[in-house]
């Protein structure tokens, strides 16, 4: 027997309302209970309903997060956790599943997971279509990666030769990796090679700077910055970057 709660994992999007889907909004506003990190409900405040219960959690607590959410689901309730950008993307979806899949099937809630527009695709629409040919994204977060792994793939990938959306590129605590990351490419890449950084993309303060991998300067990326790497497919039409199709 199904527990008659649902579960919602909503991707909210990088930023204001205009980034983020119907199928959010609708998902936020029905539900009783609303969970997630304070300035990602900040975020979508304007899509939360009068009478609801709002959980706000702290910077670290994903995983008590997705188990609350699943308790509360479990016990009748209609959840919304929130996750920024979308869910599925180092984002909440995967914890959630995973705390639902540890319960014996018949007392797992319902779970839907709603898409959201991803922080690589809104820092790439602002700097033109970098992406628009073969693409890979990558953290350069080793919090929860040994540094070893990402070296290994940052290797793989310069060598594949396609466009890269780097995410967690730096914090305080992480204050070296960018700059590793950046000359493991440049031994695959040419120095000219295209390099977006897009901070806070659709929010207030959105910054855009385009540089090269050879010019690259860490200190432009920040917590909530993306960094675009291009490929030999990228080239500049005009003022725009884009990847050649
Ligand atoms: C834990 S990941 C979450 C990604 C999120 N689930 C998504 O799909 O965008 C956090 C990283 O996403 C990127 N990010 C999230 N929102 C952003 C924004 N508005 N502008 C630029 N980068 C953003 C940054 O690289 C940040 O360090």
């Known amino acids: 027997v199904t527990a008659p709660g649902l579960l919602s994992v909503v991707g909210i999007g990088p930023g204001g309302r205009a980034h983020r889907t119907h199928a959010a909004d609708e998902a936020l506003g029905a539900a009783n209970v609303v969970i997630g990190y304070g300035p990602y409900l900040d975020q979508c405040a304007d899509a939360l309903a009068a009478g609801q219960r709002v959980v706000r959690g702290e910077m670290g607590d994903e995983a008590g997060r997705a188990a609350r959410a699943v308790d509360e689901a479990r016990a009748g309730a209609r959840v919304a956790l929130v996750s920024s950008g979308d869910a599925g993307v180092y984002g909440m979806a995967t914890l959630a599943l995973e705390a639902a899949a540890a319960l014996p099937e018949g007392d797992r809630p319902r779970i839907e997971v709603v898409p959201g527009v991803t922080a690589a695709l809104a820092a790439a629409a602002l700097l033109g279509s970098p992406l628009g040919h073969d693409f890979a994204c990558l953290t350069l977060s080793d919090v929860r990666t040994p540094w070893a792994d990402v070296e290994r793939r940052l290797h793989a990938l310069a060598a594949a030769d396609v466009a890269l959306a780097l995410y967690n590129p730096r914090s305080r605590g992480r204050p070296w990796q960018l700059g590793r ?5 440049a031994g695959h890449r040419p120095g000219g090679t295209p390099v977006g950084v897009v901070t806070d993309a659709g929010r207030a ?28 497919t990228s080239r500049m039409a005009g003022p725009w970057l884009v990847a050649a199709r």
């Open 181 to 185: 990351a950046r000359d493991i490419l």
């Open 205 to 232: 303060g959105q910054r855009v700077t385009l540089t090269t991998l050879a010019e690259l300067d860490p200190a432009l990326a920040g917590m909530t910055s993306l960094v675009l790497v291009g490929a030999s």
